[in-house]
């Protein structure tokens, strides 16, 4: 990945992988998205449409295939976690060979899976700050009024993250190289883990959660916070709820957006992930317990 313009697929083309694919191909870069056969024809023959209140209105053309059949420089994993394990049967091992595969992925276990499957010292997993939405296929929505991505990746060579980083960061969304995988990983998981749980369960926005919510919302914040201190992530339950509090009180976690539309839920990497490792590192957990096993129940 030394040269300027890079080979990368996109599997699963959707809100963040769509606008993703997109931008790269604005940019100058060879961009196949892989997805069933229904989308890989639309975006073979119609491109992708975006509307983005930060990078502006525009088409961009891409390849199509319901399979990676040459190698890539790079593969963005962009699938819900509820779809992972049927997904990456769309990406052979043998076929991307040395490329890097980059899960924007909720949760923090997915990596390990990742690298059962494919080259250990190619994945490297990204966080990404935005709000995309595919509102039909090859047609993007992108919201928010920012697009940032911290790429990470132990094992993974440097100069293969910093090239993709600058890749990224020419197309449109910031990025940056960070040097922990667990920290970034948990930087996400303790915002989103409360967030995704709540909303989910008392079918509220969050400013309803914020305010008819505030005490268990307050301990549910708590005890994600000493698990993420624990794996080696951020440890500020103040500091989050501040964030909280700081978002429009209409906001909802995509958990009940999928919820509201009769999706499957990613209570496994979410709120499974988190009591998986409050076990691992002896944290009681009760509020979160809770709130697990009913949200099991009811999305069973």
């Known amino acids: 990945m030394a040269h300027d313009e890079l080979t990368v697929a996109v599997?699963?083309?959707?809100?963040?992988?769509?606008?993703?694919?997109?931008?790269?191909?604005?940019s100058g870069h060879r961009v196949i998205c892989l997805a069933g056969e229904e989308t890989a024809g639309t975006l073979r023959t119609s491109g992708i449409e975006v509307r983005s209140t930060l990078f502006g209105d525009f088409h961009a053309r891409v390849e199509a295939d319901t399979e990676l059949r040459e190698p890539v420089d790079?593969?963005?994993?962009?699938?819900?976690?509820?779809?992972?394990?049927?997904?990456?049967?769309?990406?052979?091992?043998?076929?991307?060979?040395?490329?890097l595969l980059v899960p924007f992925l909720n949760g923090v276990e997915h990596p390990a899976a990742l690298r059962e499957r494919y080259r250990a010292d190619r994945v490297a997993p990204a966080v990404i700050r935005v709000e995309s939405t595919r509102v039909a296929p090859g047609r993007i929505e992108h919201t928010s009024p920012m697009a940032e991505i911290d790429?990470?990746?132990?094992?993974?060579?440097?100069?293969?993250?910093?090239?993709?980083?600058?890749?990224?960061?020419?197309?449109?969304?910031?990025?940056?190289?960070?040097?922990?995988?667990?920290?970034?990983?948990?930087?996400?998981?303790?915002?989103?883990?409360?967030?995704?749980?709540?909303?989910?369960?008392?079918?509220?926005?969050?400013?309803?959660v914020r305010t008819t919510h505030r005490e268990e919302?307050?301990?549910?914040?708590?005890?994600?916070?000493?698990?993420?201190?624990?794996?080696?992530?951020?440890?500020?339950?103040?500091?989050?709820?501040?964030?909280?509090?700081?978002?429009p009180a209409a906001t909802k976690s995509s958990m009940q957006r999928d919820a509201e539309a009769g999706r499957a839920?990613?209570?496994?990497?979410?709120?499974?992930?988190?009591?998986?490792?409050?076990?691992?590192?002896?944290?009681?957990?009760?509020?979160?317990?809770?709130?697990?096993?009913?949200?099991?129940?009811?999305?069973?």
């Open 11 to 26: 599997l699963g083309p959707g809100g963040v992988g769509g606008l993703l694919a997109a931008l790269l191909s604005r």
């Open 74 to 99: 790079a593969c963005l994993v962009a699938v819900k976690a509820t779809a992972l394990s049927d997904a990456v049967a769309r990406v052979p091992a043998d076929a991307l060979g040395d490329g």
């Open 151 to 208: 790429l990470a990746g132990d094992g993974v060579p440097a100069e293969r993250l910093d090239a993709l980083a600058a890749a990224l960061s020419a197309a449109g969304p910031a990025t940056r190289v960070v040097p922990d995988e667990a920290a970034a990983l948990w930087a996400k998981m303790s915002f989103l883990a409360p967030f995704a749980l709540l909303t989910t369960h008392h079918g509220l926005p969050l400013g309803d």
């Open 217 to 247: 919302l307050t301990a549910l914040v708590t005890e994600t916070a000493a698990v993420s201190g624990a794996a080696g992530g951020p440890s500020d339950p103040a500091q989050a709820l501040a964030r909280y509090d700081s978002f």
């Open 265 to 300: 839920l990613e209570v496994e990497a979410i709120g499974g992930a988190l009591l998986r490792a409050a076990e691992r590192h002896g944290l009681p957990v009760p509020v979160a317990t809770s709130l697990v096993e009913k949200l099991r129940t009811t999305s069973g």
